[in-house]
């Protein structure tokens, strides 16, 4: 399992290869003694050592790429209330792209459908087994559809919320109630709701929260600053939690 310690600050993760050129299939290794120049990532503004956030690219037909401002203003908030050292260009990534094992956090968003093929589905789940961290923000319209995919993706395993003590919320910035509720949608309450294997949460999804549309820039939606505070916090502890637990 993905453990990265506190210390002086966090030991990031990648895919390491055993030879230049090649990958170890589903295996996230702590960088420490092996930061060589070959494995940095093509694109990259830092050093390998660097924790990499990726857009996910699904399919489905859903708008995987949208708020275009989002995750490079939350990366940069990460940068600048944090010691992690965070690569803020945004990356993405699809389920088949041969380095999808170099990103410890994977985000995605969008409205409509998200379909995985068979074939993801068996990465994804090999992915998640091993370190890696799936955060879904339904931006609105996607949970109908989310909810089937999530349950073929873990037929064995429950969608369940998370109760408000769980270290997510309480593991960077302190949510004593839950995920906040960043725009109104349905005026349902936010929910937080996670995929467990082995105590941890791999995938992590917000419903009714929509903290994606928080972080973009502020005349997107003219969300009120302590709207934005709270959504660019609240991706704060996801991320730390992921990287830490």
């Known amino acids: 399992?993905?453990?990265?310690?506190?210390?002086?600050?966090?030991?990031?993760?990648?895919?390491?290869?055993?030879?230049?050129?090649?990958?170890?299939?589903?295996?996230l290794t702590p960088l420490e003694d092996i930061l060589l120049p070959q494995y940095a990532i093509p694109g990259s503004n830092t050093a390998p050592?660097?924790?990499?956030?990726?857009?996910?690219?699904?399919?489905?037909?859903?708008d995987w790429?949208?708020?275009?401002?989002?995750?490079?203003?939350?990366?940069?908030?990460?940068?600048?209330?944090?010691n992690f050292p965070v690569d803020t260009l945004e990356k993405s990534v699809q389920i088949a792209d041969e380095n999808l094992f170099r990103f410890p956090f994977l985000f995605a968003t969008g409205h409509g459908l998200m379909k995985f093929s068979g074939e993801e589905k068996e990465r994804l789940?090999?992915?998640?087994?091993?370190?890696?961290?799936?955060?879904?923000?339904d931006s609105y319209g996607m949970d109908q559809n989310l909810r089937k995919e999530i349950k073929s993706l873990f037929p064995e395993r429950e969608l369940t919320e998370l109760p408000f003590d769980h270290p997510l919320y309480h593991c960077y910035y302190d949510f004593p109630t839950g995920p906040p509720k960043i725009h109104e949608h349905d005026n349902k309450p936010?929910?937080?709701l996670g995929i467990i294997i082995d105590g941890r949460v791999v995938l992590y999804y917000l419903y009714e929260s929509d903290i994606g549309d928080g972080w973009e820039d502020p005349q997107v939606h003219n969300d009120p600053p302590d709207k934005r505070e709270a959504?660019?916090?609240?991706g704060m502890n996801i991320l730390a939690y992921a990287l830490t637990y």
């Open 125 to 137: 789940r090999t992915y998640l087994a091993n370190g890696g961290f799936l955060f879904i923000n």
């Open 190 to 192: 936010a929910q937080g």
């Open 1 to 27: 399992m993905l453990k990265i310690g506190l210390i002086t600050g966090l030991a990031a993760l990648l895919l390491t290869a055993s030879a230049p050129g090649q990958t170890t299939e589903g295996v």
């Open 231 to 234: 959504a660019l916090k609240m």
């Open 65 to 82: 790429y949208w708020g275009s401002s989002a995750l490079p203003n939350f990366l940069a908030f990460v940068r600048d209330h944090s």
């Open 49 to 62: 050592a660097a924790v990499t956030v990726a857009r996910l690219h699904y399919g489905g037909g859903g």
